[in-house]
């Protein structure tokens, strides 16, 4: 990390490429004989097909085949039962979109329909502790909460969100023979060819998926779902290859989304404000099918210094499809509740909500009983209240003006732990002196492509334009999801590892090579700056071709793996940061608007300041979203979803987007990983719903605890 690539606020490599249409996406790709191919959708949420008639599906011009005969396939649910209304019991193939669309329009299908339970809240339900959150205690919470000072107790509800990337899940399949070329929209190929595998019954090394470039993803495409399988069979089933796109609407049905919650958290705090008890209790909806569950008892066990605990997290399956991550899974839910309830608290003793904050800083990690890596979360306080001017808040409720209009300053605090997996990178140079680097990940917006072929350059002491990284290719060496906030901490270890080890081999053949200027200098003296091999006060240098040149050597390249290893057995480490919001509120209208937003972050070294502030700014986005408008509404008599478009289902749009601005502590965590950074994707959305709820709080006095806040929460 000696080089000075590293802290540029670069430009996107790929942007112009993006801008100007050139980037080719997975629907995009050109290949012969292809056709068409449309899911027929489920109009029942539990029971089974009866029938299925194509007659007139199958007379439609262009119309070449309707299969609907999946019980060879192995998905993650039964084919002949149904799961979840939109489940797919027919595929339409034709030699054009339109002709497939209608084709898929005139299949009907007969159900047995079963009764459907697709309410969280219905009490047909059934409840499971989930299996990777087992209940958890320390010390003696209710007694605590009992003799506490002041106590807070509130209950929460947040509705079910669903994905909206403009791309829409897309598949080419085309087989050669016994093999399997996917073009998929993917954020882990690799996860992708073993699924797909899977459900098809072929080796996995039969499989090959390409994905360079992904229009948004945010988790919806971490797993390769039934329309991916489908694709496949259907090219196999046809002898040519497949196209299949969802619609907007059938993406609501066919992949995952932030389950819907249900939460309770109350504290118990001294007069001095040290909270001495917090119990967190929540549920959250998933399929009969699958257990999805997510982190909501992180944040609760170890943000502050509590030292009587509990949490209780329960599942509760119902007949849908299964829930998937989507942005700061789980924690950003559960943000919300101890955020607010954080918030009471320190409106109930009067107490600056900062300031009760900074009075519960742990010294540990009161979950886990290890140290902190680096925990800069008070620098982030300091930093966010006085870029933000938090000094001007008014602590009285609905005291601060303008004109008709309610003023509201809010903040809260956002944290999510340091993913870290094991990764494998191949690292190589060309005679020419240029270099590119390579591994099985994904860039699914926040300029990986970019950003790890700056440490990449880095490593090898060569100026950014001469380096490339390379993803999206399942044949690459191993990586995980590209989510979780992993992808840099990990994919960017690797690169630095496998780039170290490649010029650590040029400098050996240097130094043991007679004709080389470097003849017999010590390995460990040597440097590598804008590809010239030196040592501190020699002006003798080496550069990568020559010694590509002298040993007849086409390229060099060697492959490296890197993994936390035991790690996160000896340190706590996360990601923190501090949220601020201004909001406004008409009373008259219930209308809330973002008036600005700023969040100071501590994340480790930033690689690209340049992209890192735009994953802040579109992680306030996402969190303006969840505050304010997204919420997936459920006719519950057969589980259909009613809003399923865009016209209909909320997102932010340029008018709910304000001044947003964040910024970084200047800090490294060498002690997680050996580019010192922590993963910032997650984090960026955590706290920013919570920060606006408690901004609506200091402009009406209305505590709001469901979201989305609707207008008619404040009339």
């Given at each position: 990390?000696?080089?000075?690539?590293?802290?540029?606020?670069?430009?996107?490599?790929?942007?112009?490429?993006k801008?100007?249409?050139?980037?080719?996406?997975?629907?995009?790709?050109?290949?012969?004989?292809?056709?068409h191919?449309?899911?027929?959708?489920?109009?029942?949420?539990?029971?089974?097909?009866?029938?299925?008639?194509?007659d007139?599906?199958?007379?439609?011009?262009?119309?070449?085949?309707?299969?609907?005969?999946?019980?060879?396939?192995?998905?993650?649910?039964?084919?002949a039962?149904?799961?979840?209304?939109?489940?797919?019991?027919a595929?339409?193939?034709?030699?054009t979109?339109?002709?497939?669309?209608?084709?898929?329009?005139?299949?009907?299908?007969?159900?047995?329909?079963?009764?459907?339970?697709?309410?969280?809240?219905?009490?047909?339900a059934?409840?499971?502790?989930?299996?990777?959150?087992?209940?958890?205690?320390?010390?003696?919470?209710d007694?605590a909460?009992?003799?506490?000072?002041?106590?807070?107790?509130?209950?929460?509800?947040?509705?079910?969100?669903?994905?909206?990337?403009?791309?829409?899940?897309?598949?080419?399949a085309?087989?050669?023979g016994?093999?399997?070329?996917?073009?998929d929209?993917?954020?882990?190929v690799q996860?992708?060819?073993?699924?797909?595998?899977?459900a098809?019954?072929?080796p996995?090394?039969d499989?090959?998926?390409?994905?360079?470039?992904?229009?948004g993803?945010?988790?919806?495409?971490?797993?390769?779902?039934?329309?991916?399988?489908?694709?496949?069979?259907?090219a196999?089933?046809?002898?040519?290859?497949?196209?299949?796109?969802?619609?907007?609407?059938?993406?609501?049905?066919?992949?995952g989304?932030?389950?819907?919650?249900?939460?309770?958290?109350?504290?118990g705090?001294?007069?001095?404000?040290?909270?001495k008890?917090?119990?967190?209790e929540?549920?959250?909806?998933?399929?009969?099918?699958?257990q999805y569950?997510?982190?909501?008892?992180?944040?609760?066990?170890?943000?502050?210094?509590?030292?009587?605990?509990?949490?209780?997290y329960?599942l509760?399956?119902i007949?849908?499809?299964s829930?998937?991550?989507?942005?700061?899974?789980?924690?950003?839910?559960?943000?919300?509740?101890?955020?607010?309830?954080?918030?009471?608290?320190?409106?109930?003793?009067?107490?600056?909500?900062?300031?009760l904050?900074?009075?519960?800083?742990?010294?540990?990690?009161?979950?886990?009983?290890?140290?902190?890596?680096?925990?800069?979360?008070?620098?982030?306080?300091?930093?966010?209240?006085?870029?933000f001017?938090?000094?001007?808040?008014?602590?009285?409720?609905?005291?601060?003006?303008?004109g008709?209009?309610?003023?509201?300053?809010?903040?809260?605090?956002?944290?999510?732990?340091?993913n870290?997996?094991?990764?494998?990178?191949?690292?190589?140079?060309?005679?020419?002196?240029?270099?590119?680097?390579?591994?099985?990940?994904?860039?699914?917006?926040?300029?990986?492509?970019?950003?790890?072929?700056?440490?990449?350059?880095?490593?090898l002491?060569?100026?950014?334009?001469?380096?490339?990284?390379?993803?999206?290719?399942?044949?690459?060496?191993?990586a995980?999801?590209?989510?979780?906030?992993?992808?840099?901490?990990?994919?960017?270890?690797?690169?630095?590892?496998?780039?170290?080890?490649?010029?650590?081999?040029?400098?050996?053949?240097?130094?043991?090579?007679?004709?080389?200027?470097?003849?017999?200098?010590?390995?460990?003296?040597?440097?590598?700056?804008?590809?010239?091999?030196?040592?501190a006060g020699?002006?003798?240098?080496d550069?990568?071709?020559?010694?590509?040149?002298?040993?007849g050597l086409?390229?060099?390249?060697t492959?490296?793996?890197?993994?936390?290893?035991?790690?996160?057995?000896?340190?706590?480490?996360?990601?923190?940061?501090a949220?601020?919001?201004?909001?406004?509120?008409?009373?008259?209208?219930?209308l809330?608007?973002?008036?600005r937003?700023?969040?100071?972050?501590?994340?480790?070294?930033?690689?690209?300041?340049?992209?890192?502030?735009?994953?802040?700014i579109?992680?306030?986005?996402?969190?303006?979203?969840m505050?304010?408008?997204?919420?997936?509404?459920?006719?519950?008599?057969?589980?259909?979803?009613?809003?399923?478009?865009?016209?209909?289902y909320?997102?932010?749009?340029?008018?709910?987007?304000?001044?947003?601005?964040?910024?970084f502590?200047?800090?490294?965590?060498?002690?997680?990983?050996?580019?010192?950074v922590?993963?910032?994707?997650e984090?960026?959305?955590?706290?920013?719903?919570?920060?606006?709820?408690?901004?609506?709080?200091?402009?009406?006095?209305?505590?709001?605890?469901?979201?989305?806040?609707?207008?008619?929460?404040?009339?």
């Amino acid at each position: 990390m000696a080089g000075n690539v590293v802290g540029q606020a670069l430009s996107r490599v790929d942007a112009r490429l993006k801008v100007t249409g050139a980037a080719t996406y997975s629907a995009e790709h050109h290949t012969g004989g292809l056709l068409h191919g449309v899911i027929v959708n489920a109009t029942a949420a539990r029971g089974r097909v009866t029938g299925i008639v194509a007659d007139a599906a199958r007379a439609h011009p262009g119309v070449e085949h309707v299969l609907s005969d999946f019980s060879s396939l192995e998905l993650a649910h039964s084919t002949a039962e149904l799961a979840f209304f939109g489940q797919p019991i027919a595929v339409v193939l034709a030699t054009t979109a339109e002709a497939a669309a209608h084709g898929a329009s005139l299949v009907e299908a007969t159900y047995d329909r079963q009764p459907a339970v697709t309410d969280l809240d219905d009490t047909r339900a059934a409840s499971v502790t989930a299996p990777s959150n087992p209940d958890y205690s320390r010390g003696d919470p209710d007694g605590a909460y009992t003799s506490a000072h002041t106590k807070v107790d509130l209950e929460f509800t947040i509705s079910r969100e669903n994905h909206n990337p403009i791309e829409l899940p897309s598949t080419i399949a085309r087989w050669d023979g016994g093999k399997l070329t996917l073009w998929d929209k993917s954020q882990w190929v690799q996860g992708v060819a073993r699924t797909v595998a899977g459900a098809l019954s072929i080796p996995v090394q039969d499989v090959r998926v390409h994905c360079e470039y992904v229009g948004g993803g945010f988790g919806s495409a971490i797993r390769a779902y039934d329309h991916v399988i489908l694709a496949a069979f259907a090219a196999r089933q046809a002898g040519r290859p497949v196209k299949l796109v969802l619609s907007r609407r059938q993406f609501y049905y066919g992949t995952g989304y932030r389950p819907a919650s249900r939460q309770r958290l109350a504290l118990g705090a001294d007069a001095k404000g040290r909270i001495k008890s917090l119990v967190y209790e929540a549920r959250t909806e998933t399929s009969r099918y699958e257990q999805y569950e997510e982190g909501l008892t992180d944040l609760p066990r170890f943000l502050y210094g509590v030292p009587h605990t509990r949490t209780r997290y329960r599942l509760t399956a119902i007949d849908t499809q299964s829930p998937a991550s989507m942005r700061g899974p789980g924690v950003v839910s559960s943000a919300f509740a101890l955020e607010t309830a954080v918030d009471q608290l320190a409106h109930d003793l009067r107490i600056d909500p900062v300031e009760l904050r900074l009075r519960n800083e742990p010294t540990r990690d009161e979950a886990t009983r290890l140290p902190f890596s680096t925990r800069r979360l008070r620098d982030c306080y300091e930093l966010g209240a006085r870029r933000f001017g938090w000094s001007r808040r008014h602590a009285t409720p609905g005291s601060r003006t303008d004109g008709d209009l309610l003023i509201g300053m809010g903040m809260a605090t956002a944290s999510y732990h340091n993913n870290r997996r094991d990764v494998g990178s191949r690292a190589r140079v060309d005679a020419d002196g240029t270099a590119w680097v390579e591994t099985a990940t994904a860039d699914m917006g926040p300029g990986t492509t970019t950003s790890v072929m700056q440490v990449a350059a880095d490593a090898l002491g060569l100026p950014a334009r001469n380096v490339t990284f390379r993803l999206g290719d399942s044949s690459y060496p191993l990586a995980p999801p590209h989510a979780g906030a992993t992808t840099m901490a990990s994919v960017g270890s690797a690169a630095h590892a496998s780039c170290t080890a490649l010029r650590d081999k040029f400098i050996a053949m240097a130094v043991a090579d007679p004709a080389s200027p470097l003849h017999r200098a010590d390995p460990a003296q040597v440097t590598v700056r804008d590809g010239r091999l030196g040592t501190a006060g020699n002006g003798a240098t080496d550069t990568y071709r020559e010694i590509l040149r002298r040993a007849g050597l086409p390229a060099l390249e060697t492959t490296a793996t890197w993994g936390p290893g035991d790690t996160d057995e000896k340190i706590s480490t996360y990601g923190y940061g501090a949220v601020f919001a201004e909001v406004s509120v008409d009373p008259l209208l219930g209308l809330v608007r973002i008036r600005r937003m700023f969040a100071a972050y501590d994340v480790g070294r930033v690689i690209s300041p340049k992209l890192a502030h735009s994953q802040a700014i579109g992680g306030m986005v996402g969190g303006i979203g969840m505050a304010l408008l997204e919420g997936t509404v459920i006719d519950h008599r057969d589980g259909r979803i009613v809003n399923a478009s865009l016209a209909d289902y909320l997102v932010p749009v340029n008018a709910d987007v304000p001044e947003l601005d964040a910024a970084f502590i200047d800090t490294t965590d060498p002690l997680a990983d050996p580019i010192g950074v922590k993963g910032l994707g997650e984090i960026t959305i955590v706290g920013v719903p919570a920060a606006i709820g408690n901004a609506v709080f200091n402009a009406t006095g209305n505590r709001l605890t469901d979201l989305p806040i609707r207008l008619e929460a404040l009339l």
